[in-house]
């Protein structure tokens, strides 16, 4: 199984840009430049980018665990944040935390934790990156009001 991404830049690195599309199309000639790096603006960053691998496939892994488990999921809200920093001009990912809230109508089951810890060591995308990974998760009623 393959998957792919295709990116072009153009320019120098500080007034260039570039364009990263998908075969799925969900991505096409999506906006990146150096600046969004630090910035926010209509367009993407590879970092942002990596941020929305590790939060989606976190979710589908969860949900997976949980069913294995016998815990059924009907939402699992994952929210990954990356931290980039720039230590002796050299820009690095330095760690990442999730925020992970699973909706069930068994709210009260022991084994959610196991099925989170499961997640993290399945999960594709964050074994293929060596960072400090920290992780806050809940399970919480499907009929608990949703958290915004």
Not at 44 to 55: D, H, M, Q
Not at 67 to 91: C, Q
Not at 121 to 136: G, H, M, S
């Amino acid at each position: 199984m393959f998957r792919e991404a295709h990116a072009i830049w153009k320019g120098g690195p500080y007034a260039g840009e570039g364009a990263v599309s998908t075969p799925s199309g969900v991505l096409s000639n999506a906006t990146y430049t150096f600046g969004s790096l630090t910035g926010v603006g209509p367009f993407t960053t590879p970092c942002e980018l990596l941020a929305a691998a590790i939060a989606s496939c976190m979710s589908t892994m969860v949900a997976l665990e949980m069913a294995k488990l016998g815990i059924k999921p009907a939402v699992v809200d994952t929210l990954a944040v990356l931290t980039l920093d720039n230590p002796a001009d050299s820009w690095r990912i330095t760690s990442a935390h999730l925020k992970i809230t699973a909706r069930t109508t068994d709210p009260e089951s022991s084994r959610f934790e196991q099925a989170v810890e499961s997640a993290r060591r399945e999960c594709p995308i964050w074994r293929a990156l060596k960072l400090d990974l920290t992780c806050e998760a809940k399970l919480v009623s499907l009929t608990a009001p949703a958290l915004v």
